[in-house]
C-alpha cells in the first residue's frame, strides 16, 4: 500500500506542479483572464496562485510539511474554485458548461487534497521519514 500511496502522491504533486509551472508560463494569459472576472492585482494573484500551487503540489509529492502544503492549496482552491468558475452567473451555456466542469474538478481536487490530512505521518518514501523529521500529532 506504501507504494501505491507514493504513486497517487507523485501523481497529484506532480499534476500541481504542472498548474504552478503554467501559472508563470502563462502569467499574461491568465491575469487578462482574471482580470476580467473582477480579480484585484491580477499579475499579483496569478503570482501568488501559482506560488501556492506550487509548494502545496512539492509539499504532497515529497510528504513534506503536509499540512502546510494542503493549507496552501486551501487558500488556492477555494478562491480560484468560486471566482474564476463562478458557473451560476455565466449568461452562455457553453461558459456554464465548461465552468461547471472546472468548478467540479476544483472541489474533487480540493477534496483528494484535504484527504491527505488524514493520512498519519511521516509516510512512507517522504523527506520528513527520510529525514527523521519530528511530526506532531494532530489535537
Do not use: K
Request: with cysteine; proline share 6%.
Amino acid at each position: 500500500m506504501d507504494r501505491v500511496f507514493l504513486i497517487g502522491r507523485i501523481l497529484l504533486g506532480c499534476f500541481y506542479l504542472h498548474g504552478a509551472y503554467r501559472h508563470f508560463a502563462d502569467l499574461e494569459a491568465l491575469a487578462r483572464s482574471a482580470a476580467l472576472h473582477g480579480v484585484p492585482a491580477p499579475h499579483v494573484a496569478v503570482l501568488v496562485a501559482g506560488a501556492l500551487l506550487g509548494f502545496g503540489g512539492a509539499s504532497l509529492l515529497l510528504g513534506l510539511f503536509p499540512a502546510v502544503g494542503t493549507a496552501a492549496l486551501i487558500l488556492f482552491f477555494v478562491p480560484v474554485t468560486f471566482v474564476m468558475h463562478a458557473f451560476w452567473a455565466d449568461a452562455d451555456p457553453v461558459l456554464r458548461q465548461m465552468d461547471l466542469v472546472s468548478f467540479g474538478r476544483n472541489v474533487a481536487l480540493l477534496g483528494a487534497s484535504l484527504m491527505f490530512s488524514a493520512i498519519p505521518r511521516p509516510w512512507a518514501y517522504s523527506v520528513e521519514a527520510r529525514l527523521h523529521l519530528p511530526v506532531r500529532a494532530l489535537i
